[in-house]
């Protein structure tokens, strides 16, 4: 049984930091594209990052890029979002997503919206409030 489950989640201040955690389960973790996606409160689905275990590389939206970092210990099949200088707009429930290939390139590059089936997996979310 493949499972996701995300923590770190909480109300913080604006300009506050936190380290959300996904712990994978379930398939083999080293092998997969893992990504964080967040919704806010009345809006759609919006992608935040990605790491591209095949280049060892890593992406970001532009509304998080320079604030945000993602990483993954490979060791512990556990992913990890760093988020510094949280503002109003961070609000959002944030999901650890898993699929065997790469995000689509409209959904990275905002094209086009980003629906659940573009990633194999997700966790149960976690809420993140930024409000002073």
């Known amino acids: 049984e493949v499972r996701l489950v995300e923590s770190g989640g909480g109300l913080v201040q604006p300009g506050a930091s936190l380290r959300l955690s996904c712990v994978a389960s379930?398939?083999?973790?080293?092998?997969?594209?893992m990504s964080w996606v967040r919704q806010a409160p009345g809006k759609g689905l919006e992608w935040v990052s990605t790491?591209?275990?095949?280049?060892?590389?890593?992406d970001y939206s532009d509304s998080v890029k320079g604030r945000f970092t993602i990483s993954k210990d490979n060791a512990k099949n556990t992913l990890y979002l760093q988020m510094n200088t949280l503002n109003s707009e961070d609000t959002a429930v944030y999901y650890c997503?898993?699929?065997?290939?790469?995000?689509?390139?409209?959904?990275?590059?905002?094209?086009?919206?980003?629906?659940?089936?573009?990633?194999?997996?997700w966790g149960q979310g976690t809420q993140v409030t930024v409000s002073s």
């Open positions: 997503v898993a699929d065997a290939g790469p995000p689509p390139a409209g959904v990275v590059s905002g094209l086009l919206p980003l629906r659940r089936a573009d990633f194999d997996y």
């Open positions: 379930g398939f083999t973790f080293s092998n997969y594209y």
């Open positions: 790491f591209y275990h095949h280049e060892d590389r890593t």
